[in-house]
């Protein structure tokens, strides 16, 4: 039974990985072909915003272990270090959301004032700086 | 302190003090140009001894001043016509605008000389050049608006010849570990036969202050566009600079001939003496159609430094001795010259042939001086343009059988006499005109420096053992063994003071009795006539119809030399110019505006490099 | 350890947050209080520079945690450098934008103040921490106060540059990310020192890939070719002591990043010549577009990049003279690119319509701010007796050094088309088509020190280079001197490489 249950985590974890590492770098081929593609402000931002949740989504699986612990030491888990997830992609993590949400931000606020001048929110359109 | 960093020091604080002076008190910020300049003049002729040295490090580099006796033959020139400039600048530029501007760069572009004269390692000598080569520059574009575009080839050519110079330094500083000129030298870095590209790339940089074909194109209009007092130091003493460089370039080259690079060496001798040769001819045949007259001189200048270029380019004691007294002589007339066309711009108002004649009896001294100048430039005896061409033909001729390079600077040593005899004509010969009625004589401080000049041209064509001395300690520096004039015929007989009186004394008796002959006579067999006053065929000219006789004054000539005036260099290099700004132009639409397009850059050079990664990184 | 480093990052923090408490208090106070934390800084880095060149290394551990656990802050001569050339030229930009006209109502002041504070602390954030993530914040920081500030005028274009600046550099912030992300799951840790030590663990592959997106991401920063199509409308939309900024302080943090994890990080021979590619594509391309540039700022702004492609030629070419060189570029070009974007604001803050041709004769208006335009424009051509020229001598000596001459000659002929457009500018300047007649808004006083001592700097600096010399070449060898610095972060006993 506890083999068998071993065996059945064994490969559902595989499939975990599998999907989280696909997921992500699906994300971020996404986000890469919205940025890349679309003409609307708002969609490239959108787009920038998926290439970082794939990311984020790489760093937080990366940490990952199978059956891992919460890394935290406490009395009667003292050994808490052995399996535990690695918690320096997961804080990182945290700092890089807040970073994108920042950059979001501001996008949006630069969108708002660039419909306002343009009347349009097409990248195409708004090119007065060249050259 | 040391007398060399005394030295560099007075003149650029003096730079700086003319610029503050001239905000409190304009007038006299000529006169402090003046005393710089002197000042700096007696301390070196007094204090500096030849072989002295001087040495101090600056950003980790050893800078050192000297005095070779090659480099004081220069320094002669530079100085003493920098001072008279100077006291020509005083009433020349009385009255004008942004005099601080003008002296202090005015004081740089000397300073600049100086260094460059004193310098002896590279980095010196370059910080100079660059010093000497924008001060010109800003004084180029002085006078306003139409002269930036001249201005801005003037620079652009200097940078060029800059630039292929600093490569060559550095590259010095590579393979010979030295900056020091002469330890350079020593190492073999002019060889030929060694790092080829080192030498020349130092000859191109030199040849664009010399004004070389096909590096001469900046030369002729912003000789003539800067203030004259000026030009007359910019073509006198700075084109000097180069031939300076290229005088050592080429004999230290020679010095190494040995089987290896004998063949090198004769191709470079060709290339420049045939350079050179062109130059003389092409700039003659320019000078000729020029009606104004600083044109005419600038391009005269052009030529002159042709045949100067020839005669390093021989490589023979005679030839180079001709070219360094040439080149000593040239500072002295064409420094002279361009005083001249100055004071009659300053007194006229104008220097366009066509509208001025007969200034003889209103500018006598100015005349005077003219004169003489073109007597030394045209190189007719007694003066010292013809011994200095006497010298280059007989080493062309006995020492390198260069025969039709010999043809070549005859000819427009011959066509010199045409514009020389048209400038002279023109502006002080002939009618008066109307407009020029009012005109008077130079203001004295004007005068005076040209008549220096005069004195000294006559003085070096009488005694050209005067220079010679200098030029011979020169010459025996740079390593032409044994250097006597008595090689050429000629100067054997001149250069001795002994025979000189005699000589002279008779030419001048001829010359006086001639003189005296023909304006007795000729005054006699004249009518006044007004310069318009000729026939017209039938033809009744309209008001506006310039009929003056400078128009088309070689009228015959030129229509034989037309299919040389179309393809001119400068027009060459003007459409290469174009086409590099088209396509830089060009170039820029990358930046397309289209902040997507930017980020398609970014994603397109991510994967070229990973796709490139092996080959990038291989490590 | 008289100061900590930390004072860096804590005091402009602490400012920041006080600033729109204190300016209830009075309105005069959001703009002092930048200047005395930026004047707080120089007297940092003054201290730590003193120190730093007794004893080699500072490293400052934040909050307890040892070397390789927690972030470290390390200042070396190289870092120290950085550093205090970046906080004195804050102070100078500082002390210009002081009574900039255009910042007008109070909140715009505070935020103006509070961002470009925020900047100068990011790009010294960058510089000294010993902590890859870390420096990835910082980037951050810097990223989000550059994009604010380029847009901070609310007309049409200013968003536009910003939002440019923005979709670029979250793709620099994307891969960067990433790079972190992969170079941890290969070494296991984010410490700068202990990466390099186990770098060599990494195989090559990886580790080629790695190298790539740091590359390109702080090669967005550094505005390598083609990475810099946002630079030019950013540099040409900020308010003028932000361009500055960007110019004397935001691209050198770029570039340190760049060359630390070049240097520091990686041990790969090809990342050198790809320097060296990278820059001269960079240099002739950015020249060639300044060349035809009707806008004076954006010309500056293509002189810029151009000039961030030499410092990279010269790092690439990698022995101890051509980084010396480097280093000395990067001061340099500072001081004098600084200079110019200050003028250069004032002049077009006079123009109709920014352009050079509407600047013609303007000399006659102000004399000063032309002559120190002259100047800063002669300067950066490189011509002597100017600062320029001896950074510009170095780094063409060490490439003949190394046998270079082509791209000395590739580096010369730029120089010559950076002659033509400078003087081109400074010939408009002086020398007008006609005689304009435009009202000039004078500087004022304060602008007018921050670039006298800008202009003076220049001067002295190009009569005595020797002043600077000695810092420069310490900071040379300390860059290339990676052993060291692990061990010391480390206090590790390694071989000496």
């Given at each position: 039974m506890q083999e068998q249950f071993n065996e059945i985590f064994t490969k559902y974890h595989e499939i975990i990985t599998i999907g989280v590492y696909g997921t992500s770098i699906a994300l971020m081929l996404i986000g890469l072909y919205a940025v890349l593609t679309k003409k609307n402000l708002v969609k490239m931002v959108i787009g920038l915003s998926i290439v970082d949740a794939g990311i984020h989504l790489l760093f937080v699986g990366i940490g990952y272990i199978q059956n891992g612990t919460a890394p935290i030491f406490s009395p009667g888990n003292e050994n808490a270090g052995d399996r535990m997830v690695d918690p320096v992609p997961q804080a990182l993590v945290l700092t890089a959301i807040i970073i994108g949400f920042a950059i979001t931000a501001v996008a949006l606020s630069l969108i708002i004032r660039l419909y306002k001048h343009h009347n349009t929110a097409k990248i195409d359109q708004i090119k007065y700086l060249k050259w | 302190m040391n007398i060399f960093f005394l030295l560099i020091t007075i003149l650029f604080s003096g730079a700086l003090l003319t610029f503050l002076v001239n905000k409190v008190a304009p007038k006299i910020s000529g006169i402090v140009t003046f005393a710089t300049i002197a000042l700096v003049s007696f301390l070196f002729f007094t204090q500096v001894n030849i072989g002295d040295t001087f040495q101090f490090t600056l950003g980790e580099i050893p800078m050192q001043f000297g005095i070779t006796p090659y480099t004081f033959i220069f320094a002669i020139i530079v100085l003493g016509l920098g001072t008279l400039a100077s006291l020509y600048s005083i009433g020349y530029m009385k009255d004008q605008e942004r005099l601080g501007y003008f002296y202090s760069n005015f004081l740089l572009s000397v300073t600049g000389m100086i260094g460059i004269v004193f310098s002896q390692d590279f980095i010196t000598f370059f910080i100079f050049w660059e010093i000497m080569t924008w001060s010109s520059y800003l004084i180029v574009i002085y006078n306003g608006y139409n002269s930036r575009k001249i201005g801005m080839k003037y620079m652009i050519f200097s940078a060029i010849g800059a630039y292929a110079m600093l490569t060559a330094i550095v590259s010095i500083k590579a393979n010979y570990g030295t900056f020091n000129i002469a330890e350079a030298i020593q190492n073999g870095a002019f060889n030929f036969s060694e790092n080829i590209?080192?030498?020349?790339?130092?000859?191109?940089?030199?040849?664009?202050?010399?004004?070389?074909?096909?590096?001469?194109?900046?030369?002729?209009?912003?000789?003539?566009?800067?203030?004259?007092?000026?030009?007359?130091?910019?073509?006198?003493?700075?084109?000097?600079?180069?031939?300076?460089?290229?005088?050592l370039v080429l004999a230290s080259a020679y010095s190494y001939t040995n089987h290896d690079n004998a063949n090198y060496v004769t191709a470079l001798r060709y290339a420049l003496g045939w350079l050179g040769g062109i130059t003389a001819v092409m700039a003659t045949i320019y000078a000729l159609i020029q009606t104004h007259a600083k044109k005419l001189l600038a391009y005269s200048s052009v030529a002159q430094l042709g045949y100067i270029i020839v005669g390093l380019s021989t490589g023979t004691e005679l030839g180079v001795m001709a070219a360094l007294f040439l080149a000593v002589v040239h500072g002295i007339f064409k420094g002279a010259l361009f005083m001249v066309v100055g004071a009659v711009e300053r007194q006229v108002g104008t220097t366009d042939m066509t509208k001025i004649s007969g200034l003889i009896r209103k500018m006598p001294f100015t005349f005077f001086v003219a004169l003489v100048s073109i007597i030394a430039l045209a190189g007719v005896p007694p003066l010292g343009g013809f011994v200095g061409k006497w010298m280059l033909y007989e080493a062309l001729i006995t020492e390198s059988n260069n025969y039709f390079l010999v043809i070549v600077i005859f000819f427009s040593s011959t066509a010199a006499f045409l514009y020389s005899y048209r400038f002279l004509f023109g502006l002080f010969l002939g009618q008066e005109e109307k407009e020029t009625e009012h005109v008077k004589e130079a203001p004295i401080t004007m005068v005076i420096p040209m008549m220096i000049l005069a004195i000294l041209l006559i003085v070096t064509g009488a005694f050209p053992g005067v220079l010679f001395e200098p030029i011979a300690h020169g010459m025996h520096y740079l390593g032409f063994s044994d250097v006597n004039w008595s090689m050429s015929v000629l100067v054997n007989i001149w250069g001795e003071e002994s025979n000189m009186t005699y000589i002279n004394l008779s030419i001048g008796v001829v010359f006086v009795v001639v003189f005296a002959f023909l304006t007795i006579k000729?005054?006699?067999?004249?009518?006044?006539?007004?310069?318009?006053?000729?026939?017209?065929?039938?033809?009744?000219?309209?008001?506006?119809?310039?009929?003056?006789?400078?128009?088309?004054?070689?009228?015959?000539?030129?229509?034989?030399?037309?299919?040389?005036?179309?393809?001119?260099?400068?027009?060459?290099?003007?459409?290469?110019?174009?086409?590099?700004?088209?396509?830089?132009?060009?170039?820029?639409k990358i930046y397309t505006g289209n902040g997507q397009t930017y980020a398609v850059y970014v994603v397109i050079f991510l994967v070229i490099l990973l796709l490139m990664k092996d080959t990038l990184f291989a490590n | 350890m008289v100061i900590s480093p930390i004072h860096y990052i804590f005091v402009p923090l602490v400012a920041a947050f006080a600033i729109p408490l204190l300016s209830k208090i009075n309105k005069e106070l959001p703009r002092i209080i930048p200047g005395i934390v930026m004047f707080y800084n120089i007297i940092i880095s003054f201290v730590l520079m003193q120190e730093v060149n007794e004893v080699g290394y500072i490293s400052e551990v934040i909050a307890g945690w040892e070397?390789?656990?927690?972030?470290?802050?390390?200042?070396?001569?190289?870092?120290?450098?950085?550093?205090?050339?970046?906080?004195?030229?804050?102070?100078?930009?500082?002390?210009?934008?002081?009574?900039?006209?255009?910042?007008?109502?109070?909140?715009?002041?505070?935020?103006?103040?509070?961002?470009?504070?925020?900047?100068?602390?990011?790009?010294?954030?960058?510089?000294?921490?010993?902590?890859?993530?870390?420096?990835?914040?910082?980037?951050?920081?810097?990223?989000?106060?550059?994009?604010?500030?380029?847009?901070?005028?609310?007309?049409?274009?200013?968003?536009?540059a910003g939002f440019k600046y923005l979709l670029i550099g979250g793709f620099a912030s994307a891969l960067i990310l990433l790079a972190i992300l992969i170079l941890y799951t290969q070494v296991g840790t984010l410490n700068m020192a202990e990466i390099a030590e186990r770098m060599h663990t990494v195989p090559q592959g990886i580790k080629a890939t790695i190298l790539l997106l740091f590359i390109v991401g702080f090669g967005i920063e550094a505005e390598l070719f083609p990475l810099n199509g946002w630079a030019p409308d950013a540099y040409s939309q900020a308010p003028g002591p932000t361009s500055s900024a960007f110019a004397g302080i935001v691209v050198k943090a770029g570039v340190y990043g760049l060359i630390r994890i070049i240097f520091t990080l990686f041990d790969v021979d090809g990342a050198y010549d790809f320097l060296i590619t990278a820059g001269l594509i960079t240099m002739i391309i950015a020249e060639a577009s300044a060349l035809r540039q009707t806008n004076l700022k954006r010309m500056l702004a293509y002189s810029s990049i151009g000039q961030m492609g030499l410092a990279l030629i010269a790092f690439g070419i990698g022995t101890k003279e051509a980084v010396f060189g480097a280093m000395f570029l990067l001061f340099n070009h500072a001081v004098i690119k600084s200079l110019l974007f200050m003028t250069g604001s004032i002049l077009i803050y006079n123009s109709k319509d920014k352009t050079i041709n509407s600047l013609s004769g303007i000399a006659k208006k102000l004399p000063f701010i032309s002559i120190l335009f002259a100047i800063g424009a002669f300067a950066i051509v490189g011509l002597p007796p100017f600062s320029g020229f001896w950074s510009k001598l170095y780094v063409l000596t060490a490439a003949a050094d190394e046998n270079m001459i082509l791209l000395i000659a590739a580096i010369l002929a730029v120089s010559v088309v950076e002659i033509v457009y400078y003087f081109r500018v400074v010939g408009k300047l002086y020398f007008p088509d006609k005689e304009s007649n435009i009202e000039v808004y004078r500087p004022k006083f304060n602008a007018m020190i921050a670039m006298g001592v800008l202009?003076?700097?220049?001067?002295?600096?190009?009569?005595?280079?020797?002043?600077?010399?000695?810092?420069?070449?310490?900071?040379?060898?300390?860059?290339?001197?990676?052993?060291?610095?692990?061990?010391?972060?480390?206090?590790?006993?390694?071989?000496?490489?």
């Open positions: - | 590209y080192i030498p020349v790339l130092l000859l191109v940089g030199f040849a664009v202050k010399a004004a070389l074909m096909p590096l001469h194109v900046w030369a002729p209009n912003a000789y003539s566009k800067s203030p004259m007092s000026f030009t007359s130091i910019f073509s006198g003493a700075m084109s000097k600079m180069g031939i300076l460089g290229i005088g000729g005054y006699k067999g004249t009518k006044n006539v007004g310069t318009k006053d000729i026939s017209t065929s039938g033809e009744i000219p309209t008001e506006n119809e310039n009929l003056t006789f400078q128009l088309d004054f070689f009228k015959p000539f030129e229509r034989a030399a037309a299919p040389l005036y179309k393809r001119s260099m400068d027009k060459i290099w003007n459409d290469l110019g174009n086409a590099f700004e088209a396509l830089t132009d060009f170039t820029r | 070397a390789p656990w927690g972030i470290n802050l390390v200042i070396t001569p190289f870092s120290g450098f950085l550093v205090s050339l970046i906080s004195v030229l804050g102070f100078l930009i500082w002390l210009y934008g002081f009574r900039f006209k255009k910042v007008i109502d109070a909140g715009e002041l505070r935020s103006y103040n509070i961002l470009q504070m925020m900047m100068i602390t990011g790009a010294i954030g960058i510089i000294i921490t010993g902590d890859i993530f870390n420096m990835f914040v910082f980037l951050e920081i810097v990223a989000i106060t550059a994009i604010s500030l380029t847009s901070f005028y609310r007309g049409r274009d200013g968003a536009e202009g003076v700097v220049i001067l002295v600096i190009g009569f005595y280079p020797d002043l600077i010399t000695g810092y420069l070449h310490n900071a040379a060898d300390i860059l290339l001197d990676k052993a060291s610095y692990i061990r010391f972060v480390l206090n590790a006993d390694l071989p000496i490489q």
